[in-house]
């Protein structure tokens, strides 16, 4: 079994100079307590690294060595780092260093490439060679096995896939589960005598060729074997690009979720940007119509001052109108009283006029003529100025531009708002676009990626076709082969025949028991993973109409209610029990085993989960190290509930930004 | 007269109604002060008396002023006795513009429809 001794890490991100973590030999818990970015995270990662040389982000992707080092010590010009991981096996001891140095020659690192590694295993204190040293690497700790030892807990949520039909992450963590139970030992088995098999069917094909009675048929068979390796050559080959594809498919939409903010920066930008120029071209509209209003809006203006001006010109006109009209009226009377005057007798009446009353007559037109003597010569030159000024400001007249013009100025005053508003979200947008990058670099960035991610999705599309398409050929074509096999044999008469008929058969049917072997140990195990499991989830579970968990095909584990129902959509942190149990269980049937190292334990828990799972830590695995923050946990209560099983304790302790000292606390 | 020549004061504020957008030139905005003057300030304006400060503006020809020739008949038709109507629109100008320009200190920039009240 594995155990970790001591972990010593030197200028290795927070962890400045050199500091080492002694884990106790006994079986037992170990707590490392640390606040966020006190380099938790970190101290997982420094294990991984330890084990399988790769580093990698929270994201999963490598990260830049440079960068590795401690930030203080680079500034006190030490840019190596190292860790050194002791462990037992067996019962021997192994001391497993690795380190980057700086090349010689280059004085500040500032990439990977100004970087060397240097590996180094002893075993009981002698360094073993690079063969052995990975030999026994993969031996005691394969990479592919390592989600089950060194885990976040808060990445738990990835073995719900397991629950799901074909998901490249369930295939992934179902191939590791099967890994760390010991089957690809009876699955390689089983590989080996089906190729025994294999090679056996090619001896007797070319006995059956040999002989005159069976050429032809065999002959058949050698071009359909011949075939068949070449569907199933294909077949690997599409399969292959296929795994590719779909890892490419994986980082792609790793990528695409990071980049997801970006795109809606940058999609808020694009509409931001649409929004502007729509309302910018409106305003344009707006701003031409007012121009047009104001040009003969003094016209409006002076409206009501030409009415003004009119009803004065109006009533001047009038009176002048009258008195001209008066004259013309009284024109005409005057003349029939001459006629009357003149021939001394009036028409109106047909009398004479006797001389008495001609002479009031002659006195009345004379009166008459004064009183009504019409316009003056000024007066007649008032009367047509005065009609001709109402002409003028008659056609002056105008509609006040007033009400078109406070509708227009609204309008404009509303789309100023808007721009500006849309503006300033529009600078807001952009400066933080800048903060991830040159804005264009970033849209060409998302438009390839987009791009890539399609014809990713395409690609793999085509090449399950084609997968499909080979398995189908190489089913026709072994359905051919069987019946020329069966004729074969029918045919077949010979010593030679029969002898190499009988080794064939004796192979597949040695195969046929490693696969109803291997189908079998798949069964128990899956038995055995599924009550372990159950009986750690009972101990961890609060509710108690939750009564079991149930296995599938993948190993994934279903919840069941005392109904029997399973439990639909569960939640996160049942999510995370589930997995805790699933984890100690497959440590308890695995023929590797090894500690759990796991940051972030208790996740989104409640209490009483947080303090369930802590009682049950110590049956999971005998070397438990767990990284938490503090209050994650109330850490007196976690000692309380460990009790003799807590062997050891430290605190990442802040010393400054970029400084974090592990410190052993006193139990 | 031939041309329309305003104060230099009276021009700015010209100018500046121009740099709002909404007047098309100085001419449009000068007439819109012309009749703002005939609106608001007829009995308190007299042509005859009103002296115009300086002749520091731009100078702008009566064809482009007055192009249809209706804006000498509407102050024919208002001042009959005038046989300046020209130097009468450069006076009712500048003092609307004057007017005009006292509103905008005092209050901002106003619209034009506040203008036209």
Known sequence: MLQFTSLTVENFGPFKGSQTIDFTSEDGVTFIWGNNGRGKTTLLNIFRYALFGRFQNRRGADVDLAGMSNIEGRADGHYDFKVVLRMLNDGKRYELTRQYVVRAGIGVPSKNDDYEQKVYLKEDGSILPVEARDHILNLIMPQEVSRFFLFDGELLQEYEELLLEDTNVGETIKSSIEKILGVPVLTNGALDTHAASEDYKKEKTRIAQSNAQTQKIASHMVALEAEKKEHSEEFQRLSDELTGELEKRNKLEDESQQSEHVRSLLKSMETLESDIKEKKDRREEIITQIVAATKDAWRGLISSRVEILLVEIQTKLKYLEDKDNSQKIALHFLEDMQKAVDNKHCQLCDQGIDDGYIEKLRKRINDASTEFSGLTVDEKLQLQSLRMRKATLDAMKSSSKKEILELLESQLDSLNVQIDDSSRQHKAVREELERHGDIEELSKDTQVSIKALAQCLKKIDNLKEGCQQEKDKIKEVENALTTLEEKLNRASTDSDMIEAKRKVDLCEQINDIFERGIASYRDKLKMDVEKDATELFLQISNDPDYISLKINENYGLEMLHVTGAIVPLRSAGFEHVVALSLIGALHKNAPLRGPIIMDSPFGRLDPTHKSNITKTLPKMSEQIVLLAYTHEIDEQQARETLGMALKKEYRLTRYSSFYTEIEAQMN | ?117
């Open chain 2, 1 to 117: 007269m031939v041309n329309i020549r305003l104060s230099k004061e009276a021009n700015e504020i010209a100018e500046r109604l121009v740099e709002t957008g909404k007047f098309e030139n100085v001419i449009t905005a000068a007439k819109f002060a012309l009749a703002f003057a005939l609106k608001n300030h007829f009995e308190e304006f007299d042509p005859i008396t009103y002296t115009v400060p300086d002749s520091g503006g731009n100078n702008y020809n009566v064809g482009t002023v007055d192009s249809d020739g209706q804006l000498a008949a509407l102050l024919r038709a208002i001042y009959p006795d005038t046989t300046t109507p020209y130097m009468y629109a450069r006076s009712l100008m500048v003092f609307g513009l004057t007017k005009i320009g006292k509103r905008i200190e005092e209050e901002g920039m106003p619209s034009v429809s506040a203008l036209c009240e």
